[in-house]
Nanobody
Framework: QVQVVESGGGLVQAGGSLRLSCAAS????????MGWYRQAPGKQRELVAS???????NYADAVKGRFTISRDSTENTVYLQMSSLKSEDTAVYYC??????????????WGQGTQVTVSS
């Protein structure tokens, strides 16, 4: 069994900052890519940022220069530091972790989602 738990969402004023955390626990053999997605009301879920096991990062154009993704492999945790927040960043943020519970195929796990609301 694997659990993926997010924390850190909330209400912030435009221009402010928030830090999201997502920790995986349970029967984990290895973790590959980790990422953050978001879904605003009436819109499709979209990739915000991702990070490989080697630390290579990728960002959506809308967040480049404002958001930073990082990971702590010893704690099986991924973070999203969000700065200079805008009202259009308002969404439910989901973390996604690709991992193996044993040697073999990768499985994708999702967090429960955390609401980020940016007031203008």
């Amino acid at each position: 069994q694997v659990q993926v738990v997010e924390s850190g969402g909330g209400l912030v004023q435009a221009g402010g900052s928030l830090r999201l955390s997502c920790a995986a626990s349970g029967s984990i053999f290895s973790i590959n890519a980790m990422g953050w997605y978001r879904q605003a009301p009436g819109k499709q879920r979209e990739l915000v940022a991702s990070i490989t096991s080697g630390g290579i990062t990728n960002y959506a154009d809308a967040v480049k220069g404002r958001f930073t993704i990082s990971r702590d492999s010893t704690e099986n945790t991924v973070y999203l530091q969000m700065s200079s927040l805008k009202s259009e960043d308002t969404a439910v943020y989901y973390c996604n972790i690709n991992l193996k519970t044993r040697p073999g195929p990768l499985f994708s796990y999702w967090g429960q989602g955390t609401q980020v609301t940016v007031s203008s």
